[in-house]
């Protein structure tokens, strides 16, 4: 099956998401759609899959123009999309998630019926694709790399020719990515297209054939994957923006002997199912602790505990010599200890009031009983400024912001004032690149200044990047603690997925042999 | 020794057919909870369908129209929740409420010419084949065709609910609204099918309290039991096979509470009244310390009802 996108345009509102481009997309072949948040990826293909109509331009398949108006007719036509965000019940088995999917599912679900019948189709990708995988087990028993196995098979069995995976390697660690990128080739072998949104080079350089790169709504550029490299992709889909300045990083030397700002010591706490056990980590001043992790190993309680949310079971937090949180006492929060929260549009603002408030609201205990507006309004403002908030209106209700620009308003807000604590959880998740940046370079600040710095990140690219220490949280234990000028992605990909034995070293220790057991299951 | 085994099974039995009408209204709101609705109205809903169930069997002469009339009060009103909740978008627990007293009042009103009334019974399983087993004839000679009839409901439902592709989306819907809608299924079809099978079977236990167990009318007859069966499904865990047991411990709180007061113990009987209450209550906080760390099957769907407060 032959697609061929001309001159696609989507507009929303004032803003041009996908301006002009032109694709094609054919059998055999991965094509990689490469470009920063917000370039325009998302929503070219969510096109393609029926979620939006394109407000100019055609869908050609095999060389007949077809509307595309509803997802099922995508399916039908054979196009298949797997989000980022999956769509399988946790609660359910393997087997009921993908018969809820199946298009021609039976009536009777007994088990048994799917030894000896042709309806056994239901599993034959699945035992195609993870062979170790029972049908019985729970999906919320599942990692995240067999989520999105299971994801594809859902699409493999609507028959699908052609798959769009939205961001596949975001959620994995580096090791389940490679296998994932194998997986990408048999299936283009096979004869079926592949569609790779991502923003990431090795996606790229591991499975694709043909990168087409977008910047702003627009196509860039298309590319054979063997005439490019790596830098002249980065370039390219930068633009001119690659000039933006470095950001800077707290020396290594600032804080090489400097006694640490903030002691976790045997620190220990539960909330419902979750919980983190056993968490020692000191943090110099002006140190950046990137903290790794498959989301959900206890990076929230983590946070929340540190910070004052949630109730220490055991250990004690020392912030310079004095006792910050311990379990003897009742939490509390400090007003030298800030926190970005993951999701700040949903917990870190108050959506019925105004921005104002919202920044006022974060030292509400040193403002009068009659509270002077005029400051905490030009606070607000120097914040809309500085991190370019849109609508740039102080008096606006939170809930009008959009989520990225209410993340901007709260990692302002948090990040104002004298602090010697700073607690970052996925403070750049969803932004565009330029804000991103932005927030780097004013949350790295703030470590240059003497702040201890916990930034909890699911890039990892950031992590190395950026960070003096990696600690890696897996099942709520830290499993290895790494210096990312000493350690490359896969040291640290075991250690997520815990394969790796905790070490207090800065080196990991020997590789070992991968236990056979976890890659059969995936 | 064969004294205390008489009594024992007496007891037994007698628990079984005072637990039957709340059986039958676990069973209906554990299927409207497992589609993600929650159903507090089932107790107006039995008191309508008890009203509506003894009414048209002393009308008619005929208990089994009875029964079918109370199923079909039930559902009708059972509909004035799905319209509310679903079609209106309200609060569940307000819609409920309302519901509740509407049942109360309307099956008041509409009752008073019935009470003291006259009915033929669905007569029992005496001087059947049943009669004829040894020992233990004479115990089931009192089950009466509602108590079989709610009894047989548990495997239906069961193999309905986890053996078939309706049944399966039925739970999905429960799970996430959401995840439902993407796979291309309306949620909202499978969440009214639930509140009507709620409302039947509300309305059928009602008819089994009224028109088979006491043969009786009177005005607020359930006395709550409606209320119990809604937390009893908590303590069944939305599961239609641990709904026996659970609805067996109101039961035979019920039947011992009978049981102490004919034997004379000194306990003011308001007091012993409070059993059937009481106990239901302990085993669901008790159960509930283990259920809040393993989510104990509760449909994920209910979490925006039924989060705790901390």
Redesign the interface.
């Known amino acids: 099956m032959n697609i061929q996108l001309y001159n696609i345009t989507k507009r929303f509102g004032d803003v041009t998401a996908n301006d002009g481009i032109s694709l094609d997309i054919r059998a055999g072949e991965v094509v990689a759609l490469l470009g920063e948040n917000g370039a325009g990826k998302s929503t070219l293909m969510k096109m393609l899959f029926g979620l939006y109509p394109p407000d100019g331009g055609a869908i050609l398949i095999n060389d007949r123009e077809t509307t595309i108006e509803s997802p099922q007719k995508a399916m039908s036509l054979g196009i298949g999309m797997v989000f980022q965000q999956f769509n399988l019940v946790p609660a359910l088995s393997v087997l009921d998630n993908l018969l809820l999917a199946y298009p021609k599912s039976p009536f009777w679900t007994f088990r048994r019926l799917f030894r000896t019948s042709p309806r056994k189709a239901v599993l034959t990708y699945l035992q195609e694709l993870a062979p170790g995988l029972a049908p019985d087990t729970l999906v919320r028993d599942l990692s995240v790399g067999q989520r999105q196995l299971l994801e594809l098979v859902k699409v493999l069995n609507l028959d699908a020719k052609v798959l769009i995976l939205d961001e596949p390697t975001s959620v994995l660690p580096p090791q389940e990515a490679e296998r994932l990128w194998g997986l990408i080739r048999k299936l283009a072998e096979a004869g079926r297209s592949v569609v790779l949104i991502t923003h990431k080079m090795q996606d790229v350089m591991a499975c694709a054939h043909r990168v087409v790169v977008m910047r702003a709504g627009r196509m860039v550029q298309t590319l054979d994957r063997k005439q490019c490299t790596e830098s002249s992709l980065v370039s390219l889909m930068m633009g001119d923006s690659n000039q933006r300045s470095a950001i800077e990083v707290t020396p290594r030397e600032a804080f090489a002997n400097r006694p640490p700002r903030i002691s976790i010591r045997d620190l220990h706490a539960r909330h419902g199912a979750q919980s983190v056990e056993n968490i020692r980590l000191d943090i110099a001043p002006g140190e950046i602790l990137g903290v790794a992790g498959v989301s959900g190993n206890g990076q929230h309680l983590l946070a929340d505990a540190l910070v004052g949310l949630t109730p220490l079971a055991r250990g004690e937090v020392i912030i310079d010599g004095y006792l910050l949180q311990s379990a003897s006492r009742p939490p509390s929060t400090s007003g030298r200890v800030s926190y970005i929260p993951e999701q700040p549009a949903v917990n870190a603002v108050a959506a019925d009031l105004s921005l104002t408030t919202n920044v006022a609201l974060s030292h509400f205990r040193h403002l009068s009983f009659f509270p002077a507006w005029a400051p905490e309004e030009q606070l607000t403002r120097n914040i809309i400024q500085r991190y370019q908030v849109r609508p740039d209106n102080p008096a606006l209700a939170a809930g009008q912001l959009s989520g990225g620009n209410l993340q901007k308003l709260v990692v302002g807000r948090e990040l104002e004032g004298d602090k010697d604590l700073i607690v970052a959880a996925y403070p750049t998740m969803g932004l565009d690149a330029g804000a991103a940046h932005d927030i780097y370079q004013a949350l790295f600040a703030k470590a240059n200044e003497g702040a201890a710095v916990l930034w909890i990140s699911e890039d990892l690219d950031d992590l190395m990047s950026y960070a003096h220490r990696i600690a890696v949280l897996q099942g709520g234990r830290i499993s290895g603690i790494f210096d990312p000028r000493e350690c490359d992605r896969l040291d640290i990909g075991r250690a997520m997925t815990g394969e790796h034995q905790p070490a207090r070293t800065q080196r990991p220790p020997e590789q070992k042999p991968a236990d056979p057991r976890v890659r059969a299951a995936s | 020794m064969e004294y205390f085994a008489t009594e024992l099974l007496t007891l037994l039995f007698a628990a079984l057919r005072s637990a039957t009408p709340v059986l039958a209204v676990v069973l209906g709101e554990a299927m409207t909870q497992r589609s993600g609705v929650i159903n507090l109205g089932v107790e107006g809903q039995m008191l309508l369908g008890a009203m509506t169930g003894f009414a048209v069997a002393s009308v008619t002469g005929d208990p089994w129209l009875g029964v079918m009339a109370a199923c079909f009060a039930g559902i009708a009103l059972s509909m004035v929740h799905a319209i509310l909740v679903l079609g209106c978008g309200a609060n569940q627990i307000a819609s409920g409420v309302a519901v509740l007293i509407l049942g109360g009042g309307l099956s008041a009103y509409y009752g008073t010419p019935f009470v003291g009334d006259k009915i033929d019974t669905l007569g029992n399983l005496n001087h059947t084949f049943v009669s004829d087993i040894p020992l233990l004839g004479q115990f089931l000679g009192p089950i009466t065709p509602t108590v079989l009839i709610t009894l047989l409901a548990i495997p239906a439902i069961s193999i309905f609910l986890f053996?078939?592709?309706?049944?399966?989306?039925w739970?999905?819907t429960g799970?996430?609204q959401d995840?439902?809608r993407?796979?291309?299924?309306n949620p909202v079809h499978y969440q009214l099918a639930a509140i009507a099978f709620g409302g039947l079977m509300s309305g059928f236990a009602g008819a089994a309290l009224a028109v088979d167990y006491t043969a009786n009318w009177v005005e607020g007859m359930t006395a709550g039991r409606g209320l119990v069966a809604v937390g009893l499904v908590i303590v069944a865990r939305w599961n239609p096979w641990y709904a026996l047991p659970a609805a067996l411990l109101f039961g035979a709180s019920e039947a011992l509470n009978l049981k102490l007061q004919s034997w004379g113990v000194n306990i003011s009987p308001y007091l012993l009244a409070t059993l059937p209450y009481m106990i239901p209550l302990s085993v669901l906080m008790l159960s509930y310390r283990g259920l809040?760390?393993?989510?104990g099957?509760m449909?994920?769907g209910l979490s925006v009802v039924f989060q705790s407060a901390r």
């Open positions: 053996r078939t592709r309706t049944g399966l989306r739970r999905s799970e996430s995840i439902t993407n796979l291309g299924h809040r760390a393993s989510g099957g449909p994920a």
